[in-house]
């Protein structure tokens, strides 16, 4: 970075945002435009493997160039003691756990609309084309996770707002690592409750980093960790005639065992009822058969049938932009008529207050309250 003094000059340190796995990610703001933000990324403690972790991220971004998909990289400085510090643009909404939590807050929800995971899926897919098919090597993301996906809010967005349709970017390219079929290969070495199948874990390629979009969906859609459950494990693992580790063994946050329990297929299209026998703690959804069929294509084991990038740019991208029209819309359409229908019962208590001498408890008005709020809303917008 050429202009790191003025950097210090002009931001000043707000808040540490999140303690990762390699690194600190801290929030910076300028002085006198209080709306310009700035992420910092230094690594998390004084170790020369973190050093050179980052070094190697911040290389990597500068291999994958810009996207619109991919978070923002400005550049990085090596003059503090604990180098590098790297440079990023903020995300507004922070990573998909949190806009997640705040979206079903602010609109009252208990699950994420379709809509959302369309676009999710969507924004995702054009930076993995742009990583796996935009150079002259494929490169392989090797991390795939909610945490490492970050919202923005789109241009022109209320800042107080949380919008349906955030732009989803990519963020840390530290286990980022280029696929040639002839290489050494590398071994995968991202977070075991999104990794591929074994199989695939000795030499890492493209696929991997679908799959890894797949169990996030999963993830995201019905608020369960993509794995087999621990105490499904400890069956499973019988089956297969193995001692199974305790529950407390497994309840260890970084227990060895992380990397034998398999990421799992949930359909995301089973009636709420059905869900538990999948495994899912705390049902909320149902979603379409439509997105089920394109989530069973990205986490699917077989490699003839997971689809690559590039297959589900040409074909899903305008799928989804379809979706994404129509699901808003009648997103929209239900919360409008959920407005209607409270405020209608708050009018119908107000009349019953005033007109509790009404002597032979007929309906005596016929107001348009009385409407049902499908056909207020179609009258609106006919
Ligand atoms: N540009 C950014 N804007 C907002 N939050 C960010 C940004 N970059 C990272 N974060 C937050 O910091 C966390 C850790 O960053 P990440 O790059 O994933 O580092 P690590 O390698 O430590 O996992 C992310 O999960 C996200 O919550
Ligand atoms: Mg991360």
Avoid at 68 to 93: C, K, R, W
Wanted: glycine share 4%; with cysteine; proline share 8%.
């Amino acid at each position: 970075m050429s202009n790191i003094h003025l950097f210090y000059q002009s931001y000043s340190f707000e808040k540490i945002i999140q303690k990762g796995g390699e690194g600190k990610v801290s929030a910076w703001r300028h002085l006198v435009n209080k709306n310009m933000w700035v992420a910092v990324k230094e690594p998390r403690k004084d170790s020369r493997v973190l050093r050179n972790q980052l070094m190697k991220e911040a290389k990597n971004l500068h291999t994958i160039g810009n996207h619109p998909n991919i978070v923002q990289f400005y550049g990085y400085d090596n003059s503090h003691p604990n180098p590098p510090t790297l440079f990023f643009e903020m995300a507004s909404l922070g990573d998909l756990p949190k806009y997640k939590v705040s979206l079903m807050r602010a609109r009252q929800l208990n699950a994420v609309p379709e809509a959302t995971l369309w676009k999710l899926v969507a924004d995702m897919v054009k930076a993995l084309h742009w990583m796996h098919n935009g150079h002259s090597v494929p490169y392989v993301h090797g991390d795939i996770k909610p945490s490492n996906i970050l919202a923005v809010s789109p241009p022109g967005t209320n800042p107080s707002d949380i919008p349906l349709l955030p732009t989803f970017k990519l963020c840390d390219f530290t286990h980022m690592v280029p696929y040639r079929e002839d290489g050494p290969g590398t071994p995968f070495y991202g977070t075991p409750e999104y990794a591929p199948p074994h199989v695939e874990r000795r030499h890492v390629n493209t696929p991997i980093d679908i799959y890894g979009l797949g169990a996030t969906l999963q993830e995201v859609a019905l608020d369960v960790l993509p794995v087999l459950s621990n105490i499904k494990f400890r069956d499973y693992w019988r089956m297969m005639n193995k001692t199974p580790p305790s529950l407390r063994e497994l309840n260890n946050d970084d227990h060895r065992w992380r990397w034998d329990i398999p990421v799992i297929y949930r359909p995301l299209n089973i009636p709420l009822k059905q869900q538990i026998q999948w495994d899912v703690p705390n049902p909320r959804a149902t979603y379409s058969d439509e997105l089920n069929e394109w989530y069973t294509r990205l986490l699917h084991h077989s490699l003839d049938k997971r689809f690559s990038a590039a297959v589900l740019h040409q074909y899903f991208i305008p799928v989804a932009d379809v979706q994404i029209r129509l699901l808003v819309a009648k997103f929209e359409c239900s919360q409008a008529a959920k407005e209607l229908s409270l405020s209608r019962t708050a009018w119908k208590v107000r009349r019953e207050g005033k007109d509790s001498g009404c002597e032979d408890g007929s309906e005596e008005y016929d107001s348009p309250s009385t409407m049902t709020p499908r056909e207020v809303l179609f009258t609106k917008f006919t």
